[in-house]
């Protein structure tokens, strides 16, 4: 009989005490069968996920290499749970030539076998070495037959691959990400992902000040992103325009990127609002540029009154765009766009803003902000991107 393919999927043991067990393993298996398709078929089965998959296996691979919340994953074979079988299917899945040497490694998800590992490990050893001529060799061996043995079935591969970690998306809830096509905001966007948050992106823009590329360039971002999500990923495309152009008949210039600041996070609050969300993302890394001192962090969080969360705070660049590479989105983000911050502002913005300073002039102009943030989130462009 011609085996189907199949994957072993293992997660992380530590969320998986008491309640959250449950919860957390069917938020995998949803994310799973979304990632590998309809016609795959997933079941959890004895502390681990089976996937039945109908596509290339290298087409699995990467697609399994984007699920949060895995740990690692194999592509094994199956067997009957019983000695002999186990030991065929051991030796049909080692290539030929075969390798210099080799070990077993077993383990059982239950008791109710005739056989222990330690019993596993010896016999099918034995006869792997005695049909290959392999030696047997525990330490560092050219290749590692694992067995895992659960609910009446076995299953043997040869290669662990790693997962990417964490948690599954949408197990911690809705956050609002505010997205520039730069490096940071995306791994930002991704890191949160993987501590099981669901992404809801914010692109603000100054078209036609600025040509269409930014935007452009955060679809590109939010279908990378996709990738790693269940359900298609909402995007607003804000037009940030009118909002810019009355902070700037009012504000000093040392001001203009903090209060920029500020409106994003208060209209990306707005869509949180809309979108029951209960946090804000942003990509900022302490002290990498100069509106992202702790004093400009300090004016600008003033803004908003839902918690803002910065994965990358202590982060420098370089790890950024290692992890932007990591995960796909380095070479959009390279690409170049006409960024909004910096429209109608002359050189570096003010490295020690004061909130007194911001609340004067939003004393004077902001009300019409708000109205104009109002207008600026309605008609907002509202996109799902796969
Ligand atoms: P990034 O690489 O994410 O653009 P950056 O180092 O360029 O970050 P800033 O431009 O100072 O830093 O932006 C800091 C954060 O503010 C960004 O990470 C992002 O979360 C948010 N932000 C900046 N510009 C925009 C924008 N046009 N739309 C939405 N969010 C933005
Ligand atoms: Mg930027």
Redesign the pocket.
Known sequence: MEQRSLAVVHYHEIALKGKNRAFFEKALVFNLRAALGADAAVSRIGGRILVQYGMAEEEAREKLKKIFGVKYFAFAKESAAEMDAIKKTSLGILDKPYPSDFRIEASRADKNYPFTSDDLMREVGAYVKEKTGMAVRLKHPAVTVFIEVAEKKAFIYSEKIPGAGGLPVGVAGKVV????????????ALRMMRRGCDPVL????SYPYTARD?MEN?EKLATVISHYSPRPIKLYL?S?LGVQERIVKSAPAALL?IM??RW?LKI?EEVARRESALAL?????VS??A??TLENILTVSEAATLPILRP?AGFD?EE?IAEAARYGTYGI?SLPYG???SLFTAGSPATRSRLTDVKKVEGLIGEELAALAEKALISAEIKYIL
């Open positions: 990400v505010l997205m520039s096509s730069g490096f940071d905001s995306p791994v930002a914010v692109h603000f823009h930014s955060v804000v940030f990127t920029y600041r994003m990306a993302v942003t990509g900022d890394a990498q540029v509106s992202q990358l660049k950024i983000s960024d909004c911050c």
